[in-house]
């Protein structure tokens, strides 16, 4: 009886523990999100909605100040998604060569330094894309717009370079889930696709990958956040400047614009920058709902 007792005090209070922890998370998450709009909406008052959001000249200190973010917000999406489309198939092709192909020596080489990239700084990123990988962009761009008259060189820092540092900074998080995922694939179904005659690639990615798809699925939503958050590397390397986001164009993420100009706004200025950090927080809530919504798709079909 007295263990019993003591069974049941230890239940109550972990779920008192647990039910504490749920209301503070909760509590957070709604928190922000007021702040956020308490903050973020002022600005779409003052300056406009359509001006704002849809405008593509930013000049906060002119004589008539213009804030608009549709090439920031482009920027963001562009940069987010090529970023995305490079380093997920490299990652997840990275995830299947160490839990279905390599040998047990090269596997235990290489996962420390996957384990090792995802615990370097990012500004490290930002110092290595700044001095290695720029100077190789502004070779390209003279070979490329050598003739050109209209062309503004940007010394390398452009999209392009911002596109390849996001891709290397979030492969640590999407090799690292998705071998994870492939490793918990049950063994039974890989001998099931070899007794029907599979080949081991078939078997990879028509029976292993697809029953993995939810884990897979977990690791390109932690991906994408860490791409829509960064924001250090990025300023670095990017260039900074307001422009449609063309490969070899200067550009600033929505990251990067409250990095940049936070520190010395005023004003309508301010609260411009703090609509920016709404639109960031939506977007990233947006495509949050829509990777959960095809991961249970995922989850429903297996």
């Known amino acids: 009886m007295k263990n019993k007792a003591k069974i049941n005090a ?15 998370a909760i ?29 593509t000249s930013w000049a906060p200190t002119a004589n008539e100040p213009a804030y608009g973010i549709l090439y920031i917000i482009l920027t963001s999406i562009v940069g987010t998604a090529a970023s995305v489309l490079i380093g997920v198939p490299v990652g997840l092709l990275t995830a299947v060569f160490l839990t279905e192909i390599s040998n047990k020596k090269l596997a235990a080489i290489v ?6 990239l995802a615990g370097i700084p990012s500004v490290i990123y930002g110092l290595l894309g700044l001095m290695l990988l720029n100077p190789f962009m502004y070779k390209m761009e003279k070979m490329i717009f050598e003739d050109s008259d209209t062309h503004k060189f940007t010394g390398g820092s452009n999209l392009i370079s911002a596109v390849i540092v996001l ?17 918990a694939v049950s063994a039974n179904l890989r001998a099931a696709s070899y007794a029907l005659g599979a080949s081991k690639i078939q078997t990879v990615f028509k ?10 699925m977990t690791g390109v939503v932690l991906g994408i956040g860490r791409a829509l958050g960064e ?15 063309l490969p070899f164009n200067s550009v600033r993420f929505l990251t990067t614009q409250l990095v940049s100009e936070m520190g010395y706004a005023e004003g309508v200025h301010r609260q411009v920058l703090f609509t920016v950090g709404l639109v960031l927080y939506i977007f990233i809530m947006v495509v949050n709902l829509v990777l959960q ?9 297996e």
């Open 10 to 24: 230890v239940e109550k209070t972990a779920k008192s523990i647990f039910m504490i922890c749920a209301v503070i």
């Open 293 to 301: 919504k095809l991961r249970k798709g995922a989850n429903t079909d």
């Open 27 to 55: 509590f957070a998450v709604c928190s922000i999100t007021i702040y956020m709009i308490a903050k973020g909406t002022p600005a779409l008052k003052s300056v406009g909605v359509l001006k704002l959001l849809f405008g």
């Open 207 to 216: 029976v292993t990958i697809p029953a993995a798809k939810s884990g897979i």
């Open 231 to 245: 924001a250090m590397a990025i300023n670095m390397v990017a260039g900074g400047s307001v422009q449609i986001p």
């Open 111 to 116: 996962n420390p330094a996957i384990e090792l």
């Open 167 to 183: 891709a290397i900074m979030i492969l640590p998080t999407v090799v690292n889930v998705s071998a994870s995922s492939l490793r």
